[in-house]
């Protein structure tokens, strides 16, 4: 009976972690779904006001969150020690949206779709040398099985002739995407350090405070023409108000996920959004069918199942535990024969923590 109640949490803690990351992914849809009607439709295309809104949500909401704290979570406290980590982590939060969002105009969706998938490796390199997350042979195979099911989405879609895009100047818009992919993937990963080591209303507060500021800069040189030719009325009032709504709910969702699970399990998550966008699009827009798509989708959900069912765990910087200090006494130092270390596990569905010494940096 005890190892049937271990099972059903464990089995309980798993589906849980993968719906998390499902819920993303319906934002992500809802976010592509009114932008395609925006543009297509509307001829509204103004991918930078889009994303200044959000910002200014994030802004209103987390910021003025922020700056209403007392001592070191205060918002002044923040910025005098580390303003300029989170003015980068705002510009390459800003830009990786942009560039991928650009790639459209010279790249096919399916060369979006398959080289979007790179900021996997990149989030993996990254978790692997910055927040030294290490990974077992199950991840690995999750974690390819989830690609081969994009890959499976993309040759139904080059089946059915779903290439959408100009297809011009195709190596420009590839590389657009790569580089966007590469900024989302440093970007996770420093959401997913800042989440685990001070906290999600500061690292929204921090990203509505600079996006707002760099993308207003931004929409006033490179979109203020396109917004003026907007033909507005209620009916793109409401498209630009769900678009916000997902995509504040993606950005005060996405930090309690990645903290729940990690950087990589969310963005291997997010494979299935295009998924999502392509089953709305079969009755809203009548796209064609085929058999692969639901192969695809089911073969995603497996290898995110696969790298759930097992945790990873953070490799320890010898360097770093040179001494420990006793709660009562001195400190002393480490045995050169000793093997001591604290003993830290990420996993897949949350950090676990043994109870630890306390650590002095030599």
């Not at 657009?176 to 959401?191: D, F, H, P, R």
């Amino acid at each position: 009976m005890f190892y049937v109640c271990v099972f059903l949490i464990l089995f309980r803690d798993l589906l849980l972690s993968v719906a998390l990351g499902q819920v993303l992914s319906l934002l992500i849809c809802g976010i592509g779904l009114t932008s395609k009607y925006l543009s297509e439709d509307f001829h509204a295309n103004t991918p930078v006001f889009q994303s200044f809104l959000n910002y200014i949500l994030l802004f209103l909401v987390y910021t003025t969150t922020l700056a209403v704290r007392q001592g070191e979570e205060n918002l002044l406290a923040i910025l005098k020690r580390r303003w300029w980590k989170y003015m980068i982590l705002g510009i390459i939060d800003i830009e990786a949206n942009y560039l991928v969002v650009k790639a459209y105009q010279y790249t096919t969706l399916t060369s979006v779709q398959l080289l979007d998938c790179f900021v996997i490796p990149v989030v993996i390199l990254l978790s692997w040398f910055f927040l030294l997350v290490r990974y077992k042979a199950v991840h690995f195979i999750g974690i390819v099985v989830c690609i081969l099911g994009m890959g499976c989405m993309a040759g139904a879609d080059v089946l059915v002739g779903r290439q959408q895009g100009a297809g011009e100047n195709k190596l420009i818009g590839d590389l657009l995407v790569l580089g966007g992919a590469t900024l989302y993937g440093i970007s996770n990963v420093c959401e997913e350090y800042i989440v685990r080591n001070l906290s999600r209303v500061e690292f929204l507060g921090m990203i509505g405070l600079f996006g707002s500021f760099f993308s207003g800069i931004q929409l006033a040189i490179m979109e203020h023409k396109e917004l003026l030719k907007v033909p507005w009325d209620w009916q793109i009032g409401l498209l630009y108000v769900g678009f916000s709504a997902c995509m504040f709910g993606l950005y005060s969702f996405m930090p309690v996920v990645i903290k729940k699970t990690s950087a990589t399990a969310v963005n291997l998550s997010l494979l299935t959004a295009d998924l999502y966008s392509l089953f709305c699009g079969l009755f809203l827009f009548h796209y064609k069918f085929s058999g692969l798509y639901l192969l695809s989708f089911f073969t995603i959900l497996v290898g995110l199942v696969l790298y759930s069912s097992t945790s990873t765990y953070v490799a320890q910087d010898p360097r770093v535990y040179k001494q420990f200090r006793n709660p009562s006494g001195p400190v002393v130092d480490l045995p050169a024969t000793g093997q001591l270390e604290p003993s830290v596990t990420y996993t897949s569905l949350g950090q676990e923590t043994e109870e630890e010494p306390h650590v002095r940096v030599a």
